[in-house]
T-cell receptor, first 114, second 113 residues
């Protein structure tokens, strides 16, 4: 079963606008990660936020985490046409050793119009 | 680039035939994963490995088996392919410790006719 559920499923914005994507999850986590996938390619890691962190920045990316609401948001500021891709959140449940694995959501399709 | 190669990149096969997909890494990382990606389902974990000959099932393991006889290779086998196994298959590795991000290959698009 999916742990993370992204919202919205699809988002279309104009270049220069900000894009906000949300992720909700069900069980406790060790960290939450966001990935990007361009068409026909594998996923690429964007940013990781730990359960004891509330906000993290990386370039034009800003991620927040609210563990009380079991939700995270990814903000892309000043979007560019090249940001067009699918975005996934993934949760790490904190299992150690052999059970260390990520659970992915279904993804959000972002289209940035030039 | 974490040095992950998936082969083949594309394959068309008939129902009932066995199929093996290969994931090769160049850096001897311990953890390797096989996911499938389908519209409306996102990525779902099939099997994973935490060392040579150490593997375990993910959430959608039925109809699949894996082997890891060498650190660098993780093989996914469909014993008798079915149309429901038409999908894009991704291999991923973890290059740091537990909880660290995954690095993905570029996928294998498998069509079962």
């Amino acid at each position: 079963s999916q742990q993370g559920e992204e919202d919205p499923q699809a988002l279309s914005i104009q270049e220069g606008e900000n894009a906000t994507m949300n992720c909700s999850y069900k069980t406790s986590i060790n960290n939450l990660q966001w990935y990007r996938q361009n068409s026909g390619r594998g996923l690429v890691h964007l940013i990781l936020i730990r359960s004891n962190e509330r906000e993290k920045h990386s370039g034009r990316l800003r991620v927040t985490l609210d563990t009380s609401k079991k939700s995270s948001s990814l903000l892309i500021t000043a979007s560019r046409a090249a940001d067009t891709a699918s975005y996934f959140c993934a949760t790490d449940g904190g299992a150690t050793g052999a059970n260390s694995k990520l659970t992915f959501g279904k993804g959000i399709t972002l289209s940035v119009r030039p | 680039d974490a040095g992950i190669t998936q082969s083949p990149r594309h394959k068309v096969t008939e129902t009932g035939t066995p199929v093996t997909l290969r994931c090769h890494q160049t850096e001897n990382h311990r953890y390797m994963y096989w996911y499938r990606q389908d519209p409306g389902h996102g990525l779902r974990l099939i099997h994973y490995s935490y060392g040579v000959k150490d593997t375990d099932k993910g959430e959608v393991s039925d109809g699949y088996s894996v082997s890891r006889s060498k650190t660098e290779d993780f093989l996914l086998t469909l014993e008798s392919a079915t149309s429901s196994q038409t999908s894009v298959y991704f291999c991923a590795i973890r290059t740091s410790g537990e909880g660290s991000p995954l690095h993905f290959g570029n996928g294998t698009r498998l069509t079962v006719t």
